[in-house]
Every structure is written in C-alpha cells, then in structure tokens.
DNA sequence: CTCCCGCTTGATGTATCCAATCCTATTTGT
DNA sequence: ACAAATAGGATTGGATACATCAAGCGGGAG
C-alpha cells in the first residue's frame, strides 16, 4: 500500500534536515515505529535511515536500545572547530592559487549579502556560504567533502547561537580582511587569519561554557 | 534459527575487512542474497550493513541496481593524500607539546619493530602504527576519529602497493628525523617534514600512475 | 540490421511473526 | 521496611514470505 512515497534514501534526508534544523533536538529518541508511521513507510526504511544516519554521526545508536538524536558537547564544538582549522585551512590554502577573478567577485557578493542580513539565522546561513566559496577553488573533492560533513555536524541552532554569540561585526571585519588577502595571493596571511577567526568562536564558546 | 550469530554490526565489520584485505575487489558486486547466504542472515541485516558502508564511502550504491565495492582512482588517492596531509599536520602540531616520554617511546618501539620488518606488507601496518602513536597525544578525539575515517579509504592492498612503491629505507629515514623533532618540540620542522614524507607518496603514485 | 517488447534478475518495500533485551513496577524475602 | 528478584510491557533485531519496480537481455517484427 503506499506511504508518501519515502524511500530509504528520502527518509534520511527528511531526518537529517530535522535534526539541523531542530525539529528534532539532541537526546530525543527516534523510535522506529514512531517515524515509520510518520513517514508512512514500515520500519523497514526507517531502520536503514537510522543506520545511515548513525555512520554520519549525527545519530546515537545504542544496540536493542535504539537511536537518539547524537548530543554534541561543548567540548566536542571545540573538538570540530578544531577539525575546521585543521581542514579549512588546508583548502584555503590550495585554493588561494587557483582563485580566479570569478571566484573572489562572488565571494565579494556574498559578503555584500552579508552586510544587508538582518538576523543571526541569516549571518549564520551567509557565513558558511562565504566560507565555502573561498574553499571551493582547491579543486580538492574529497577535501571539500570532509569539510562539508564536519560541517553538518553543527546543527542551524548552533550554528545560529555562534552567530549571535558573535555579533556580526568583527566576524565580518575579518571576513573582508580575509578576501582582500585571498584577493592579493597572500596564502600565509590568509592561511593565519582563518585560524584566528575560527579560534576566536573557540574561545568566545568556552567563555560561555564557563559562564552558563 | 542459526545463521553465525552475525549481526547487523558484526556484518558490516566483516565487510568492511573484506574490502580493506582485498577480498572483495574494487567494482565488486554485492549481491544481497549471496551475502544474506555467506553469512547465513536474512538480506535485512545485510542492506543495514551496506547502508553503513555506503555512508562511509567504502561502497557506491545506484538505486535498484545495488552496491559495487567503491572504486578509487589515483586521483582519488591523491586527494586523500592531501586530506591527510591537512589532518594529520594539524594533529601532529596538537601532540607535540603534549607528548610525555611514554609516547615518544613507544613510537620509537614502533620504529625498532619497522627495522626488523621484513615485507612491504608489514611495511605498510608498521608505518600506519607509528604515525597513529604519534598524533594519539593530540587529545583532540574527533580529529583521530577523521584521520581514521580517512585512512580507511587505503585499502590494505594500496597501502601496500604504496610501501612496496616507496621502499623501507627513506621513509624510515623520514620516520626516524620525524620522531627526533617530535622528541624536541620543533613542531614547525616537524609538521614540514611530515607534509613532505606524505608529498613524497603523492608524486611516486604520479609517477606510477603515468608509467603504467 | 535496428528497434521495440517482454521476460528475468535483483533491489526495494510491506506485512507478519518471533526472539532477545531493556525498563519499570510489582512482588517477594529477609 | 527495604533491597533483591521477577514478571510484564515496550522496543529493537531479525526471519520469512510476498508484492512491486527498475534495469538489462534476448528474441522477434519491421
């Protein structure tokens, strides 16, 4: 009989976007029979999502117990922030050679963009697009993908919670200082300004952390 | 009834030694019911396994025309050689202040087994061995968890081809240099020399690659 | 010879059952 | 009265049988 036609495939994707986008929050129990009714499907497909969704990371997955939604620790922001660095700074750097006029006038958009957005959810989302535009010239696919999946580790609300966190300002400041020495070739410089910039949600996270 | 006890887990950790160990070759069908019958399970817990393995990327999946072992070109090779590079640097920079004299001797136990190992096969898992201890003091979990995810995609058979490819004696050499810094504390030559020791292995699979 | 149809193969999904395990709450023993 | 044992319900894990669907092939018809 039918469902709403969610395949395996589907139903992971329907569940990554909840849990980024915090329809579904940290420690809640995906129960199989819950989600399949849900979705529409048997249990079926729903256990293949979750197993998906459990090698990505973003699923906790304990035997005859079930899954929950992966909790993420402050540490363990700290510990991706620092997978960041490790590979963020490397795709700058291959991709500092290679950036054509293209690539920096659409960086120069996005940070335009940037400029003009209202809400800590809109910094968030113009952010990473900054971000990822100065990596994509490093011609690195598997680079770029362990960036992206690292990435997807952050949920929206986090993301959006750094954002605010943040202000806008001095990221921003940093973000045209970090274009101007793309745009110049200057790799080191680049290279050293990224690690600062993303240091500093380090420390302005653990001084929440301390705080409350 | 009986099957071999195996389970969704156990599967996906037989197959993925499978393909690591080159019994399973790259491009590889892999058929459900034949699995469900090696194994002695019913195909469910065989497409969760593969579901895994899918996510980890050790398998390509095409829908209704099932998982191949994933195949990995030199390209490809070369790419993780540079998310190496990115990860690993980054590690290495981490561990060194925090490496105690029990790290450095154990690594240096790894180098003495290295002198005395005879064939590349044994190569290939002593220079793993000795690399692993020495980002291990990083202390930095996710970072090891992707520099293993990353390693992985090695089968065993590259990785011998590879240390076959590379000989014993200059990367020992490099290991034995690598290990006095790290000693030291002189994580920029340290990380500098590590860059190189896997640039090496980028251009020898480059030379190969266009030789034949 | 080429194109199209239909058959076969294998993947995907459903429904139903059963076993193992975990959680909770109740009962039992001291 | 309180801790330990246990019984029951809920949930996962897996088996089996069956239905469906897409892709590849093989054999004719044009």
Redesign the interface.
């Known amino acids: 009989m039918e469902g709403s036609g969610f395949t ?2 589907a139903l992971a994707t329907a569940l990554r976007a909840d849990i980024a986008e915090g329809r579904l929050l940290p420690g809640a129990p995906l129960r199989q029979e819950e989600l399949a009714l849900r979705f529409g499907t048997s249990r ?1 497909p729903v ?2 999502a979750l ?2 969704l ?3 990371g973003l699923v906790d997955y304990s ?1 005859n117990r079930g899954a929950t939604v992966a909790i993420v620790t402050d540490t ?1 922001i700290q ?2 922030l ?2 960041r ?3 963020e ?3 700058l750097r ?1 991709a500092i050679p290679n950036a054509a006029d293209a690539d920096i006038a659409a960086a120069r958009a996005i940070l335009a963009e940037y400029d003009a957005a209202p809400s800590p959810e809109s910094w968030a989302a113009m952010n990473w697009r900054f971000h990822w535009a100065l990596y994509l010239p490093c011609e ?4 770029l993908d ?1 960036i992206e999946r ?1 990435f997807k580790h952050f949920s929206t609300a986090a993301r959006t919670k750094i954002s605010a966190l943040a202000g806008k300002d001095r990221p921003q400041r940093e973000h045209h200082r970090l274009l101007d020495l793309v745009g110049r070739g200057r790799a080191d410089d680049a290279v050293a300004l990224l690690t600062e910039h993303i240091r500093d949600t380090q420390r302005s996270i653990r001084a929440t952390g301390r705080a409350g």
Do not use: D, F, K, W
């Open positions: 395996t495939g079926i256990r293949e197993r998906t459990q090698a990505e035997p363990e510990e991706m620092e997978v660095i490790a590979l700074s490397h795709a291959l690195c696919r598997r680079l362990a690292n």
